[in-house]
Structure formats: C-alpha cells, structure tokens
C-alpha cells in the first residue's frame, strides 16, 4: 500500500516480493492494521498544498532555502518534485506467517506466527528483532495491536507509575485506549481526556474515570476533586492535534513533582511557571521502545543486554502479547472496520473521513490465510474448494493435507461443485484414498485440524443455516460430524445467492465486476 506525497492519494500496486535476508524473517502477511494518528497526519499532508505543507514542516523549508543558495533553484525544484514522486510504503502493525528463515537468525521457524512493524503489503521482510512470537491463544486481530499497544506500553516505563497512583489519558483513541488497559492491569486509577463520548464510554468500561471536553468538562478541576487537591502523580498525553491545551492542562493536573510523557503528538507551548513552580518532569516517548532509529539493533540486529536493557523493542513486543494471552489486554473489541487489501483506499478515505473509527485492520486472503503448517483440512462444497489453489497461487508455507470425506488426503483437490464440474472430491497425486467410512472415523477423532465449509445464511447472532433452503429442509448432513471436533471452523461463501453473474476485468485495470448480483441475501 503506498502513499504519494505530492498529492496525498493512496493506491495499492503490485511490486516485486521481496526475498530474505540474512538476520531477516520473510512473513506472508495475514493481518495489518492501520495506525489512524500517524498514517492520518501522513495523508492529510500528502493531500495539503505546497503553502499547507510549508508550513507543517518548516525545517525541510530551511534546507530548501539553503540548497537553492547552494545548487541553484531549478536543481532544487527537481530535487523537491523527486522526492514527492517517490512513493512512501505505509504501515506498521503486522501479523502473518513466517515462510523462510533469513541466514543467522535463531529462535524461529517456518509457520511460526509473528508480530512485527512490518508494512502493509503481502509480503514482507522484516528484521527478527523487531518480530515476536504469536502465542496461540491470541488472534491475527489481536496479534494486529502488538506494535502499537507497545508505543502505550513504552510511555507508561517512561511514566513509571506504581501501584495507587492516579494517573491521567489525554487523547483515547487506540493508544489512549490501551494505555487505560495497560494502566489499571498496573494497579493505577485512571482518569481519561476526551472529546468523543464513545471513546470515553470505552474507558469506562476499561475501568477509568472520564471527562468529556465536548461537553465543556474540565479536565483539572476534575483531577483536583478526584485526588482531593493532591494532583495526579502522572499524566500521558496520547493525543494527536497541533493545539498546546493538552501540555498545559497536563501541566496544570499534575501534583509537585509530577511526571508528564508526551507518547502522541501535540503543542509545545510550555509555561515555564507551571513547570517550575511543581518541579515537573517532562519527556517524548520515542516509539515503541530502545532500539527504535539505532540501525546497529534494527538493521544489524545487535541486541542490549537485558541485563543493561530490560525492555527494548522486541522485548516490549512480547509483553504486550503476553498481556493479550492473560487477557489482562483487550484489544478484539477496539476494530470498528474491515477492508481487503486491495480496498486498501477505502480504508484510508474511512480515517479520513471524520466519521468514528477506531481499529482499522486490512485483511489478505482471509481464508487461506488462516491455514497453519501440517494442518489437516476438510473442504466443503463452493468456494471452500478454492482454498488449495489460493495456496499454490500464493505460495503459502506448508504443508496442508487437503482432505474430502469422500476418502482423498493429501495431494492437489479438484475444484469446483458437482453439479457445474463434477470433480468435487478427486484429488490429483493423494498422499492416499480411504473408505468414506473410515474418513469419518477419521474426523471423529479428532483427527481434523480445519473445516472450511460453505453456508446458506448467517443470522444477527452467528447462527449458521447450512440446511434450510426457502422451507426445503435438507438438514445438516456432514457438517455435524465435520466440524465438532475440528480445531478451527471456516465459512466460506458470497454474500447472495441465486444465477449471480460476475465477470473478470482485464489487465491494465483488473478485477471483478458484478453484473447481476444474487437475489438472495445471505446475511
């Protein structure tokens, strides 16, 4: 997915894969959730104009203004439009699939799940220190916050709070949100600064006092009566806005000596006279931990000694995920939208937007995605029967055993439904052939990894009908002794049914039109 800074637009392009490197992991993405703060600011300046973008950055204006003195203005002016053109990857909260292991890289395998600050795209080479394991307990939509959730983490080691202390959340988007999780698994009261009622309604369900700014609340006289005068011992700002209200309210908050950490972005227009007067400390939280812009740890992949170090990137990666596995971090019920990638301009015209947003996540390929080395798949009728060739397509780390009750395992399944093809059910090179009856038993015990199925409907609650077809009750058929015993159930389907009409639209464009869409509502 790239970004154009001249002009803000976001497209998603077909690049060449990258290939390992040594110290590197190579991971076929399955998740990426997009980071609406900092990829928002990276969009509304691309789409800014030239007085706009100046003004935003008045640093970069400066060394024009001195390579103009220096090179002349027309070499400048096409320095300038050369570095617009260049496309800027975007994207840093990855999940998917580790394919190949990169020369001196230990402590990981092919088909290990991983976390890392990888792009948004398929594929990506990701150094293995800035990767960590996926506990199995934890979803690809979870594992999605791992980077993330470590920049709230990294700003609460640098608010030091213990055990008691009140501390405030400026800002309540989604690292405001899980910095107010991450608090109170901490042992701190919390008390969380917003506009949007909906995020603060959020925090209180996380356990967190709130004051809503849209409705004239004020945040200080608030912390006063809540630590009866005292001051909160800290505040973290997670804001994103140019406005210097929340430093100074912050400021203002805080209790002598307090502690202020800026983890988001916002106005520095400090009073000396609040900051002297309580003797308060203030510091930038530098990304999600040490190591963060030291090419010797990320790109070399020298780590600190723990012993010296105790938390750096990595290592703030697999505390974050170890929260998620205890449940102590709750972060499935923070994604509010959902795009395939290859909608990816959706996605970025939704945080754009102004409408509510809060985990924006981009999906690859879900159901093949989903699929884990050596698991043992059933495919139902449909679409499911795609999956082995979405596999081969994509080069999906291995190996899967494709399974089909009518008694093939293993090798390459046909595609396609019986009464179009067929071929439902051959399998091309089996590992071997059994007796349907014996496949069953096979299921029974629990010998299936995954059952991917098709479906008629999906009611409000989840419900699945897979066998009642307008008051033609066909029943369940295999889908009982299919999937009770499998390890993962996936519903493959369309969204209509009934002589929909699609058709493929050619190179240069590509895609899929729908001509006449099905009659039938499935969900």
């Not at 950055?57 to 203005?73: A, C, F, H, N, S």
């Not at 805080?254 to 502690?259: I, L, N, V």
């Not at 879900?366 to 798949?377: F, K, N, Y």
Request: net charge negative.
């Amino acid at each position: 997915v790239l970004q154009s800074l001249r002009d803000g637009t976001t497209r998603v392009e077909d690049v060449p894969c990258p290939a390992v490197r040594p110290g590197h992991l190579l991971v076929r993405t399955t998740r990426t959730l997009i980071s609406a703060g900092t990829e928002r600011m990276l969009v509304e300046f691309g789409k800014a104009g030239w007085i706009e973008k100046a003004w935003q950055q008045p640093d970069k204006v400066k060394m024009v203004w001195e390579k103009i003195r220096t090179d002349g203005l027309v070499p400048t002016i096409e320095s300038v439009m050369n570095k617009l053109d260049q496309p800027l990857p975007l994207g840093y909260c990855n999940v998917g699939v580790v394919e190949q292991v990169g020369a001196g890289v230990t402590g990981f395998s092919v088909g290990d799940r991983v976390a890392s600050n990888g792009k948004h795209a398929e594929v990506v080479c990701v150094p293995a220190i800035l990767c960590a394991k996926v506990p199995d307990t934890v979803s690809d939509d979870e594992a999605a916050f791992t980077v993330l959730s470590s920049i709230a983490l990294q700003g609460i080691r640098l608010a030091q709070p213990t055990l008691g202390e009140t501390v405030a959340v400026i800002g309540l988007g989604l690292i405001g949100l899980v910095t107010v999780q991450l608090l109170r698994a901490n042992g701190c009261k919390v008390i969380g600064v917003d506009f949007d009622e909906a995020k603060l309604a959020a925090a209180r369900a996380m356990g967190a006092e709130t004051v809503n700014r849209g409705v004239g609340q004020d945040p200080v006289a608030f912390a006063e009566a809540f630590t009866a005068a005292r001051g909160v011992d800290a505040v973290l700002i997670t804001a994103a806005t140019d406005s210097h209200e929340p430093v100074q309210s912050a400021a203002r908050m805080s209790r002598k000596r307090g502690r202020i950490v800026l983890v988001g972005v916002a106005g520095l227009k400090l009073s000396r006279a609040d900051f002297y007067e309580k003797e308060l400390s203030f510091q930038v939280s530098c990304s999600y931990g040490p190591g963060r812009y030291d090419p010797s740890y990320e790109e070399r992949g020298n780590d600190y000694p723990i012993g010296f170090v105790r938390w750096t990137e990595q290592r703030n990666f697999e505390a974050v995920l170890d929260a998620m596995a205890q449940g102590s971090l709750k972060v499935g019920e923070l994604v509010s939208h959902r795009f395939p990638v290859d909608e990816a301009d959706r996605a970025y015209d939704c945080i754009t937007s102004g409408q509510p947003t809060l985990g924006v996540l981009l999906e690859y390929r879900r159901a093949a995605s989903e699929l884990q080395a050596d698991d043992v798949i059933n495919l139902g009728v449909g679409m499911a029967s795609g999956i082995p060739s979405v596999v081969q397509e994509e080069g999906l780390a291995g190996p899967f055993h494709f399974s089909t009750e009518h008694g093939g395992l293993g090798g390459m399944p046909a595609i396609g439904s019986p009464k179009k093809t067929g071929a439902f059910g051959a399998h091309f090179n089996p590992d071997c052939i059994l007796d349907s009856m014996e496949v069953f038993d096979f299921y029974h015990g629990g010998g299936l990894d995954v059952a991917a199925l098709g479906f008629a409907q999906v009611r409000r609650d989840g419900s699945v009908n897979v066998g009642d077809f307008e008051g033609n009750l066909r029943g369940p058929g295999g889908f009982v002794d299919i999937s009770h015993r499998a390890r993962l159930i996936l519903f493959c389907g369309e969204l209509t049914a009934g002589k929909s009409e699609l058709e493929l639209i050619s190179e240069p464009q590509g895609g899929l039109k729908i001509v006449r869409d099905g009659r039938h509502r499935k969900f």
